[in-house]
């Protein structure tokens, strides 16, 4: 995986935050018993690399916790009493995980906290250190240069488009271009050519031809890029129509009609079709034909994933092991072995295979 090959081992090869890093080696060589470091940061951007890294190259052995580890507050504190195999010190780093509040001011090697929580109940008890998103250039810079390194003939269209659309999530992007060398990068640029053809076209016959390359998840993405593509009378329209489609869906379920679900998703695109205005300049249609459109994904676009068995089986917290997701349901889909053999180890129940791969 490229997560794991290009993962950083040395400060200089982390994408951005490189003060971030500087304070928490500072704070390191700086500590003293009673003292403890929070790392606050969003998703992917280099918190926890970035503690390893620093803490390996201030010569202390880091070492981690995670959700599913439960241990007790007194053997926390012996742990941090033992010599490090490794190193001359060691530092234990809780990640995305409770912590107790004693091992604070009794741990006898430094204690790091690593967290999205910017209210998180032992702020005020740590110095903290912010990370920052990735700015989109450099993730597209970086995954350019696994490109060149794979030998990977990937469209430097695509490439920003990844970048832009990880959210400044390093860990997303990688797995995005992993993915994408695969079927599942065919699937979303037929998403972002259909979505193309609908915001632009009055025609109902061209919305039914872009529509039979596309999954029934057309609705959450008009819905999200909307109102970034029309005026504000036709975006009202649009929603109009989007809010009946949604009606019907709930009646769908509501009364187990799945005959009818064609019909929801007809409301729904032939509505945001012919929401827009009924004249439109040819000049303006002309250049947003030549303009390259980024669309953003449904907010609540996620698969409803055994995340915790998951989790427990790569031994990293939730939000981590959301990251690996989209790479395991496609080895889980093209290899049926693999497949046997992670459903056993990670304990899945079969509706719950359904969902990951589904």
Not at 267 to 281: H, P, Y
């Amino acid at each position: 995986m490229f997560i794991d090959k290009y993962k950083p081992k040395i400060s200089r090869d982390i994408i951005g935050n490189n003060s971030q890093i500087s304070q928490i080696k500072q704070w390191l060589s700086q500590w003293v018993k009673g003292q403890a470091l929070m790392v606050i940061g969003p998703t992917g951007c280099g918190k926890s690399v970035s503690t390893e890294v620093a803490c390996r190259e201030a010569v202390y052995e880091p070492v981690f916790y995670y959700a599913e580890d439960e241990i007790s507050a007194k053997a926390l504190i012996e742990q941090s009493k033992q010599r490090s195999i490794f190193a001359k010190k060691k530092a234990l780093i809780f990640e995305e995980c409770s912590i107790p509040a004693a091992l604070l001011e009794q741990s006898a090697s430094p204690v790091i906290i690593i967290t999205e929580d910017n209210l998180h109940k032992f702020r005020r008890k740590c110095m903290v250190v912010k990370f920052g998103k990735i700015r989109y250039d450099s993730i597209a810079s970086f995954l350019k240069m696994i490109c060149k390194k794979e030998s990977l003939k990937v469209d430097e269209i695509v490439i920003n488009q990844i970048a832009k659309m990880s959210d400044g999530d390093v860990r997303a992007a990688l797995v995005d271009l992993e993915i994408g060398i695969g079927s599942l990068r065919e699937h979303n640029d037929n998403i972002f050519e259909t979505l193309k053809i609908l915001f632009r076209t009055m025609s109902i016959d061209n919305a039914v031809i872009a529509m039979e390359k596309c999954d029934s998840e057309i609705e959450d993405w008009l819905q999200e890029n909307v109102a970034d593509q029309y005026d504000i009378e036709s975006t009202a329209r649009a929603y109009e129509y989007l809010a009946k489609a949604d009606m019907f869906s709930a009646r769908i379920y509501r009364r187990n009609m799945w005959s009818l679900d064609k019909y929801k998703k007809n409301i729904a695109v032939f509505g945001t079709v012919l929401s827009k205005k009924s004249q439109m300049d040819a000049k303006d249609v002309g250049s947003l034909n030549n303009r390259f459109s980024m669309y953003r994904p449904p907010y609540y676009r996620k698969q409803q994933m055994p995340l915790l068995k998951v989790a427990n089986h790569v031994h990293a917290s939730q939000r981590k092991a959301a990251g690996y997701m989209p790479l395991l349901k496609q080895i889980m889909k093209q290899n049926k072995s693999i497949n046997t053999t992670l459903v056993k180890s990670m304990s899945l129940e079969e509706e719950e295979v359904e969902a990951l791969i589904n």
